[in-house]
């Protein structure tokens, strides 16, 4: 908003904790640059026709030109039509990262809705050894991991035998049953294809969130009394380490 010197905006979030949340957060930060918040309007895909097409009103009746939305597309999707069937084409809506363009939501009409928008997405970068951990995902394995086996079993179209199953056949049997799952399959070549990687930005946000997790956890249990994070040089407790310790440590380090 700073950037282009806009001043004068409305906001329009979702009915949600991640709407309410961040659109607050969204509110200050915009005051406190000396910009105003004409209206706050929430959205939810469960609301009626006629609470978009109010939200509508509102805009033009504020004569605001810049609207950012905070709200994931689905719930956005009646309210991107409430605007053009008010014929109301001159805004420059500002898309928080919670909003993705999913192909097939939007009517082919409403997209000239989004001409002249900007969307804004997470920062991701490479994460190391990522490709590498998904080309060597395997049951066999990990035998306990539910959840790779039924992504095998779906991504084969096969079934992977079980314990007694795989004891009580010959290698002729499995042969004949093609139903079954082979060991000889492998992610090394299909993953490329099966998995988005060029596009990983909320991967990566989870993969900083657990090595943050872990980097504070590391901190805390090799902390030397007098020189903690806490009060008088303190450390926490190694036996009962409390979540509001490894919170404070990672404000600390960010």
């Known amino acids: 908003m700073g950037h282009f010197g806009w001043t004068w905006i409305g906001m329009i979030i979702s009915d949600d904790e991640l709407g309410l949340q961040g659109g607050q957060e969204m509110k200050r930060m915009i005051e406190e640059r000396g910009g105003c918040v004409a209206f706050i309007e929430k959205v939810h895909l469960s609301y009626a026709r006629e609470l978009f097409l109010h939200i509508v009103d509102i805009a033009q009746m504020h004569n605001v030109k810049v609207i950012i939305i905070h709200s994931p597309e689905v719930h956005v999707k009646m309210l991107m039509e409430a605007f053009l069937a008010q014929n109301v084409t001159d805004k420059v809506f500002v898309f928080s990262a919670s909003f993705t363009l999913t192909i097939g939501l939007f009517r082919r009409e409403t997209w000239k809705i989004f001409n002249g928008s900007l969307g804004l997405a997470p920062h991701a970068t490479k994460m190391p050894d990522f490709e590498d951990f998904l080309s060597h995902i395997h049951p066999s394995r990990d035998p306990n991991d539910v959840f790779v086996k039924h992504f095998w079993e779906k991504m084969f179209k096969c079934k992977w035998p079980g314990p007694q199953e ?89």
Request: hydrophobic fraction near 35%; include cysteine.
């Open 166 to 254: 795989t004891k009580e056949m010959t290698a002729l049997e499995k042969e004949e049953r093609s139903i079954f799952c082979s060991e000889s399959q492998t992610l090394e070549k299909k993953h490329s294809d099966f998995f988005e990687l060029y596009d990983l930005s909320y991967t990566y946000h989870t993969y900083l969130a657990v090595f943050a997790l872990a980097h504070s956890l590391n901190v805390l249990m090799t902390c030397k009394p007098g020189r903690g994070p806490f009060l008088e040089g303190a450390c926490a407790d190694v036996h009962s380490i409390q979540p509001w310790q490894v919170k404070e440590w990672q404000n600390l380090m960010y």
